[in-house]
C-alpha cells in the first residue's frame, strides 16, 4: 500500500468511526509507527486534515468540519481523475499568466498556494510536477489586464460596460454599451458574453478587442442561462446564432483514428463506414470558425453537406492553390 492509498484509508476510518486508536491504523496500514506518524503530520500540516488525538478515548478524530473561510482539507494530487488534475494544471497555467503587481494579485495568490498544496504528491512537490507535466498554449492573445479587471468587476457587481470595440473581420470600431453575462476562456483566449444595447442582442466579444472601457453606473440586463446556452453554446465554437445547421464531414481512415477520439461539439453525431473513414456531424450558426478547423484537415476531410458550407470550403481551396500558382 502506497502512501496515497494510505491517505484514503485513513481518511476513511476517521470519516466512518467516532475514534481511531492508534493499533488499529498500524492493522489496517500495515506499517510502521513512524511511518503512521509521518502520514497523520502530513496530512494536518500540508492538506489540513483537522486531525487531533483525543487523550479521553485514546485515539485519533476529526476536530470538526472546517468553517468557511478557513483552509480547506483536500485530497492529494493523485487522487484527481484525468480531466480534474487537467482542470486544475489549467487554473495554474492561467493564474501564472496574471501581472504580479496588478489589481487581482492580493485574490490571486491565495488560490496559487492552494494549487500548489492539491497537486502535491508523494512523489514530489508541485513544483517538480510542473517540470513534468507542461501545458502549451497556442494562438493566445493576451488581454489588456486594465480591460480584464474592469470587465471582471462589472460582471460581478451587475453593472453595464461602456467599450470602444474593434472588429476585426470588418476592421471597424465601434462604441458599444453592453450587459455583461459572463467570461469564458477559449481556445486560450478570453471573451465576454454579453448583451449588446446597441444590437439588441446576444454577442461575444474578444476581450483583448476591447480598445477602452468604462463601468457605467446602470443595472445590467440579465439573461438567463438557458437562453445564454441556447444562442451562444447552440452552434460551432465561439459564434453565437439561433439559427443552426448541420455540417456532414468525412474524414479518411487514416485521420479517423483521431477525429474519432476528438470532442469538437457537445451535440456532434460520428460514425464509421465499412471503408474505414469517419462521419462527422456539427451543428454550427456560423461557419467561419468551423471552415477554417476543416481547411486544417486538407485532403484528409470532404465536407458532404451542406452544399453552402462545402462550395465555401472549396473556393478557400481554390484560392490557396492559386496563391501557390
Known sequence: MDRTERFYKIDQLLSERRVVPFTVLEETLGVSRATIKRDLEYLRNRLHAPIVWDRELRGYCFEAAPQSGNAQYELPGLWFNASEIHALLTMQHLLAGIDSGGLLAPHIEPL???????????????????????????????????????????????????????TRGRGQMTEREVSPQRLVHYRENWYLDAWCHLRNELRSFAVDAIQRVELVDVPAKNIG??????????GYGIFSGRKVSWARLRFTAERARWVSMERWHPRQKGRFL???SYVLDIPYSDMRELTSDILRYGTDVVVEAPEELRQVVRSKLEGALQSYR
Open 112 to 166: 496559487k498556494i492552494r494549487l500548489r498544496a492539491l497537486l502535491d504528491t508523494e512523489e514530489g512537490a508541485s513544483d517538480e510536477i510542473q517540470k513534468r507535466i507542461k501545458v502549451i498554449g497556442m494562438a493566445s492573445r493576451p488581454p489588456g489586464l486594465e480591460h480584464f479587471a474592469v470587465v471582471g468587476s462589472a460582471l460581478l457587481r451587475r453593472k453595464r460596460l461602456l467599450m470602444s470595440y474593434f
Open 225 to 234: 442561462q438557458k437562453t445564454l446556452d441556447a444562442v451562444l453554446g447552440a
Open 274 to 276: 465499412e471503408d474505414g
